[in-house]
């Protein structure tokens, strides 16, 4: 399977997420190396929250989207692992069932 790469400018998102504060960002792998694995793993710990063992929502300002898709692919090898970032349209979009709540602003919470 062929990797596709999309680069976003502001052209080819919709109109209220270019004049949005926060993009919903969730961001998925399957990292077969655990060093590699735990590497990925710290980095989003810093841009979002953990939702399973592979998967993070962020809420990003579009400086740290940019940061990420930056930083990210080059945690894996692109022979054997597999990232995904999914840029979505907002927290309206999606359903969640179960004990975990959804964040809509990771900036606002203080641990």
Excluded: N
């Excluded at 998925?28 to 929502?57: C, H, N, P, T, W």
């Excluded at 054997?80 to 979009?93: N, Q, T, V, W």
């Amino acid at each position: 399977m062929g990797k596709v790469w999309l680069e976003l400018d502001d052209d080819a998102l919709p109109p209220e997420m270019v004049t949005s504060h926060k993009y919903f960002v969730l961001v998925i792998y399957d990292i077969i190396d655990d060093k590699r694995r735990r590497k990925m793993a710290k980095l989003l710990e810093a841009f979002g929250f953990r939702v399973q063992k592979s998967a993070f929502e962020c809420m990003l300002d579009r400086r740290r989207y940019d940061r990420l898709v930056k930083i990210a692919p080059r945690l894996i090898d692109h022979a054997e692992d597999s990232l995904r970032i999914y840029l979505l349209s907002g927290k309206m979009a999606v359903l969640s069932w179960g004990s975990e709540t959804i964040v809509d602003d990771c900036s606002s919470i203080i641990i």
